[in-house]
């Protein structure tokens, strides 16, 4: 998701936190460790930030916290996320976007690619997360993921929104046709 | 081979490779290894003189790669450093032969003007990646020229001093020179300014958001952007930066060596910094080493050119091989790294 132009708010907010969809790429700095990885795009937020000083205290409080409730497997929080396995990066990512308890959750794939105990891991956070009042905007290609997540679904064809419905009354089929690009 | 490797890509095994390719530079040149280490060293630590001269290279040195440093960290390959020592030079050159006023003030003008020159080298080239996309390689190398040219066009005719044979500014009163450090030697207190901003650039690297963001996006400019920092500004910042670290040392030169300013300030030093940057593992501490090592191989190489008859070019010889050996360290290292990590996954 390359943004062009423009900016999200979310009840009057700029900040809305976001699970990229590669996390190599944009989610991560590699050759960081995980406590660095644990505060980027978070390095202005108050508490983080200190003048033009950045709290590296704070950064490892964060990476310890997000390491612990996110069960990320690591020797220490000063090793390069590069070492890594995927599920354990993965986790790291969503971990640091949920960190400040945002109201509103952008969140991309948040389970492809990694191991089914990752995925299932990241899952029951991100509905900890919205029961505790986040909105949380799932994007995914996953159809099991997404019955099992969503409380509401937009099937999306072509970039227009294609059907809606409540979770209590979803149908498998249509769904799967809608999102082959066939009217309801 | 594993242990072979991992010897080679320490530091230890560097300075072996190193000792052992300049005994071959010295072979082809005719002399034996041992006369021109000797004269290596005795050249350039062998008494207060040789020591002062090491230094004043070691300084020399020292602000330009510490700016190349800032430059390759936040991604950015500014070769030019070169001209952008010209032209800090240049500025405090001129305005210190213009003014009048106590000395302190006068100094600390000199030094600011001259980083103020560089810096706006640096964000020419800067401005030109940031708004056009020109590739910061290309057009910090070819601004050394332009500097080198313009420089030598204003002190052969604008700024030229009248009473002098050759292309030069008129030189400073003797109460505007930085005060010498080591006695009886040109060394002067521009070392210490260059070390105190060595921890200056270890100290943002380490704890400030902007190092953060500077480093982030030299490792992984997408990450950065994604993450909120802003690549443009960034860009065009650090090569400023980077240029006025390497301006402030051709106002160092001028002001603590020269003491007038001419286009030969500098023999290569912006250039021979970038291999001192890479040396130093781009590391401002490890950079002060990189800078002491290279001002012996600059002084030494005076030495050994004059009493072990290994010829000056020799010396350009081995700094090209360091340069190799250093890669080369680069390249088992991130191999052997990725070897490792995907044993772990």
Redesign the interface.
């Known amino acids: 998701m390359i943004p062009s132009r423009g900016t999200v708010t979310f009840a009057g907010q700029r900040s809305v936190a976001v699970i990229p969809q590669d996390r190599h790429l944009e989610g991560l700095v590699l050759n960081f460790t995980i406590a660095e990885n644990a505060v980027l795009g978070r390095q202005h937020r108050p508490g983080v930030q200190r003048g033009v000083l950045l709290d590296y205290a704070r950064a490892r409080s964060d990476a310890r916290a997000i390491v612990e409730r996110f069960d990320v497997r690591a020797a220490s929080i000063d090793v390069k996320v590069r070492t890594l396995s995927g599920g354990n990066q993965q986790k790291l990512v969503v971990g640091r976007a949920l960190i400040d308890k945002p109201r509103f959750v952008l969140a991309y794939n948040p389970t492809r690619g990694i191991d089914v105990g990752a995925t299932a891991l990241v899952q029951s956070r991100l509905v900890e997360a919205r029961n505790s009042g986040a909105a949380i905007l799932l994007i995914s290609f996953d159809l099991d993921e997404i019955l099992a997540l969503a409380d509401r679904i937009l099937v999306m064809y072509r970039g227009k929104i294609a059907g809606s419905f409540d979770r209590a009354n979803v149908d498998r089929a249509t769904i799967g046709r809608l999102m082959a690009g066939s009217q309801e | 081979m594993k242990r072979f490797a991992s010897f080679i890509s320490g530091p230890l095994g560097a300075i072996v490779l190193i000792i052992v390719l300049m005994s071959i530079a010295m072979l082809i040149a005719g002399t034996s290894p041992i006369d021109g280490f000797t004269a290596l060293i005795l050249g350039s630590l062998g008494g207060r003189n040789q020591i002062g001269e090491t230094l004043v290279a070691t300084s020399a040195l020292l602000f330009p790669a510490l700016g190349i440093c800032l430059a390759f960290r936040a991604g950015l390959f500014n070769i030019g450093a070169e001209g952008q020592l010209l032209v800090g030079g240049l500025f405090a050159g001129a305005v210190g032969a213009a003014i009048t006023m106590p000395p302190f003030p006068a100094i600390v003008i000199m030094l600011v003007l001259g980083a103020v020159g560089g810096g706006l080298w640096g964000a020419i080239a800067g401005w030109m990646k940031a708004k056009l996309h020109a590739n910061e390689i290309i057009s910090t190398l070819m601004l050394n020229f332009v500097a080198q040219f313009i420089t030598l066009y204003l002190v052969d005719g604008p700024l030229k001093n009248p009473a002098a044979n050759g292309a030069e500014t008129a030189w400073l009163p003797t109460n505007y020179w930085l005060p010498t450090l080591i006695p009886h030697t040109r060394l002067s207190i521009g070392l210490l300014i260059a070390l105190a901003l060595a921890m200056l650039l270890q100290f943002v690297f380490?704890?400030?958001?902007?190092?953060?963001?500077l480093?982030?996006a030299g490792?992984?400019p997408?990450?950065?952007r994604?993450?909120?920092v802003n690549l443009s500004r960034l860009t065009w910042l650090a090569l400023a930066i980077s240029g006025a670290f390497a301006g402030l040392g051709g106002a160092t030169i001028v002001t603590g060596e020269l003491h007038r300013f001419n286009t030969q300030l500098s023999p290569g030093y912006g250039f021979i910094a970038i291999a001192v940057a890479l040396v130093g593992d781009l590391d401002p501490l490890k950079v002060c080493v990189a800078s002491f090592a290279f001002g012996i191989l600059e002084a030494g190489g005076l030495a050994m050119q004059a009493s072990a008859q290994v010829p000056k070019d020799a010396i350009h010889v081995i700094e090209g091989l360091i340069i190799l050996v250093l890669a080369a360290r680069r390249y088992v290292a991130q191999r052997s790294?990725r070897i490792?990590?995907a044993a772990?996954?």
């Open positions: 380490a704890r400030t958001v902007f190092g953060y963001e480093r982030a490792e992984a997408e990450a950065a994604r993450s909120g790294e490792e990590g772990n996954v």
